[in-house]
């Protein structure tokens, strides 16, 4: 493969996208870089990254060199196309593959013989055959043909610094046999970890989903101990810790005040649905939702058990809440957990301080000191290293009554020496 003769056009330029549109012209491309958001693509050509990523900000020189653009007649320069738009779910829970939908239909109408299209886009089983194939054949186009579609689902975790795109290793499935070769020698010209074949394109989109679904039922086992433990007078987090001592066959996850990002909440409703289709109940899957769904609520409960105990009202009383993002260290608020306890809080009148130093068009104050000295309790929602660098004597100092810990992260023996209310998620 000539790279510098290939052209690599990325469809969708988030969290996925640019930082593999970025790996694509370091290793030789040359990139198309499609997106909707005309604003998103100003900023690129501007060489500014529109959110926060460490592997994008690393290579910030290569946004230069991308071809950024929201026309999609770029698209026919491209040999090979990689689809990296969200699948996100209604409010009933419903996967909608409308987004995707529409991205296929953008390429097919400036498709150029003989492309390679790559779905990167997390979908459930049977999509590539059932919609994305009937699309290209009612436009005349005939996989092994005309195109060769393959399905790499995206492994990408913001904000982590030791996983990245160059070496965390990937799947990858085609119609072809053909579509699977090409695609797997794409891959391995611009990535590090191992490429793993399926054996058919319906595995590999399995892959994505199971994986997140694994994660999830785990989470939900310890968010539903956190409730029991609590009961029961018990720290869960000490009892994780004492299990993770056992060198096999236990892998430790913890509880917390629900569970954010593109992809735990929401691909094992993929798999429901999917398989919902084929006369099949995922039970457990279903019940795992329920329990992480409701994660957000429950530490809103534990705030009125606290509001309780320093006989103050949930009704306009200053609550701080620590952290906007799903995740720490990032500025990333997809199915944030902090979206659902704040509309939680907002339904019982509270008084709400916002502050997240990743996400300052969202926070209604300019520093961690300002929300403390505003607030009377705190919800932690999200453990960014600026929260968890704070002394805890700050919290005395500002006079803060309460505090709900909602990722088990501060130092709850300090601060109930200072007289501080404390309680986390399957902690007191």
């Given at each position: ?38 604003q998103k693509i100003k900023s690129i050509k501007k060489g500014k990254i529109p959110f926060k990523e460490k592997f994008v900000e690393d290579r910030k ?368």
């Amino acid at each position: 493969m000539n790279l510098k003769r290939t052209t690599v056009a990325i469809v969708g330029l988030g969290y996925v996208g640019l930082p593999l549109a970025i790996r694509c012209r370091e290793c030789g491309y040359n990139v198309v870089g499609f997106d909707l958001d005309s604003q998103k693509i100003k900023s690129i050509k501007k060489g500014k990254i529109p959110f926060k990523e460490k592997f994008v900000e690393d290579r910030k020189e290569f946004l230069g060199k991308i071809t950024a653009t929201d026309s999609p007649q770029q698209l026919k320069k491209a040999d090979i196309v990689l689809i990296c738009v969200p699948t996100p779910v209604d409010k009933q829970f419903y996967p909608d593959l409308g987004p995707l939908k529409s991205a296929v239909q953008t390429v097919i109408k400036n498709h150029k013989p003989d492309q390679l299209i790559i779905i990167e886009s997390t979908i459930n089983p049977g999509v590539c055959e059932e919609v994305i194939r009937p699309l290209f054949y009612g436009a005349g186009l005939k996989n092994g043909k005309d195109y060769f579609l393959a399905h790499c689902p995206e492994r990408i975790d913001p904000g982590n610094k030791d996983w990245d795109v160059i070496n965390i290793p990937r799947v990858v499935g085609s119609l072809s046999r053909k579509g699977l070769r090409r695609a797997i020698s794409f891959y391995s010209s611009i990535i590090d970890g191992e490429i793993h074949p399926m054996r058919s394109i319906r595995e590999a989109e399995a892959v994505k989903v199971v994986e997140n679904s694994f994660r999830d039922i785990n989470i939900a086992f310890v968010n539903e101990l956190a409730k029991s433990f609590d009961q029961m007078n018990i720290d869960v987090k000490d009892v994780i810790e004492g299990a993770a001592t056992k060198p096999f066959a236990f892998m430790p996850h913890f509880p917390g005040r629900g569970v954010g990002g593109h992809c735990i909440p929401v691909d094992p409703y993929y798999l429901i649905e999917q398989a919902k289709k084929e006369g099949f109940d995922h039970h457990l899957l279903r019940v795992a939702r329920e329990v992480n769904n409701s994660m957000p609520s429950y530490t809103v409960e534990l705030l009125q058990d606290l509001l309780n105990e320093v006989k103050l009202p949930m009704k306009g009383t200053p609550i701080g809440v620590m952290g906007l993002s799903y995740k720490a260290n990032i500025d990333d608020l997809r199915e944030s957990p902090s979206l659902k306890i704040i509309k939680e809080l907002e339904k019982k009148k509270a008084k709400i301080i916002k502050y997240d130093p990743f996400i300052s068009k969202m926070s209604n104050v300019s520093s961690t000191r300002e929300l403390l000295r505003k607030s009377k309790v705190l919800i932690l929602v999200t453990n960014h290293s600026e929260f968890l660098e704070l002394d805890e004597t700050e919290f005395k100092k500002y006079g803060i009554k309460a505090i709900v810990d909602g990722m088990n992260c501060l130092n709850a023996g300090k601060i109930k020496r200072l007289g501080i209310k404390y309680h986390g998620i399957g902690r007191k």
